[in-house]
């Protein structure tokens, strides 16, 4: 049983394409998250939602729109996708969005901007 | 705001021997602390965290890890490392609520490498 599973794993594109990558959760929890992670590894959050509102929205193009259609789904759309977009998308949830809480990661998106 | 600092971005040790992963963070506070490990292709798995009490905190898989205020450090050990210890090892810092929201603050990572 996969607690966070993110579709699709691998996501090959063109500059200027729009794609979306999805999340979903089946632990109940209220908060999700989008992280970015680059090639150096560099970990940064992107986005929080807590019960389908956003609460967390770093510096992050508007190209990037966080959607959660309900609290267990939190999909990332990218529009006009850019060379520097190439990156590790992870999602995250967490039971109130409490720092003290546990975070629970997904396997990653991996997405490649040609 | 908060921030952490890894100092080593690779680290080599021989299996059965003792690590210890360095994290220094930069907070006015008590912050919370966590250490995160990334195995190859996997997401994040919580290894410990720290908010206040004791400062040696016990983790899964036989991590440890130490908060020392005046050294503004959170080091993460293990005695004997196994070879399925290779991995990304992420320390993160987290103001306490009411300073600058839910956010985690992540380090670059230390790869760590287990030689035979």
């Known amino acids: 049983d996969t607690a966070v599973s993110q579709t699709p794993k691998y996501l090959v594109t063109q500059m200027g394409n729009d794609k979306s990558i999805k999340c979903e959760q089946n632990l109940g929890h209220d908060t999700m998250y989008w992280y970015k992670q680059d090639s150096k590894k560099f970990l940064k959050i992107m986005f929080s939602y807590n019960n389908k509102e956003l609460i967390i929205n770093e510096t992050v193009p508007n190209r990037f729109s966080p959607k959660s259609p309900d609290k267990a789904h939190l999909n990332l759309h990218i529009n006009s996708l850019e060379l520097g977009d190439s990156a590790v998308y992870f999602c995250?949830?967490?039971?109130?969005?409490?720092?003290?809480?546990?975070?629970?990661f997904g396997p990653g998106t991996r997405l490649l901007v040609l | 705001a908060q921030s952490v600092t890894q100092p080593d971005i690779h680290i080599t040790v021989s299996e059965g021997a003792s690590l210890e992963l360095r994290c220094n963070y930069s907070y006015g506070a008590t912050p919370y602390l966590f250490w995160y490990v990334q195995s190859p292709g996997q997401g994040l798995q919580l290894l410990l965290k720290y908010f206040s009490g004791d400062t040696l905190v016990q983790g899964i898989k036989g991590f440890e890890a130490e908060f020392k205020r005046s050294q503004s450090s959170f080091n993460l050990r293990k005695p004997s490392v196994h070879w399925s210890d290779a991995a990304e090892y992420f320390c993160?810092?987290?103001?306490?609520?009411?300073?600058?929201?839910?956010?985690?603050?992540f380090g670059k990572g230390t790869s760590l490498l287990v030689t035979p």
């Open positions: 993160a810092v987290g103001a306490p609520e009411g300073d600058s929201g839910y956010a985690l603050n």
């Open positions: 995250a949830s967490s039971q109130e969005g409490r720092l003290r809480e546990t975070q629970y």
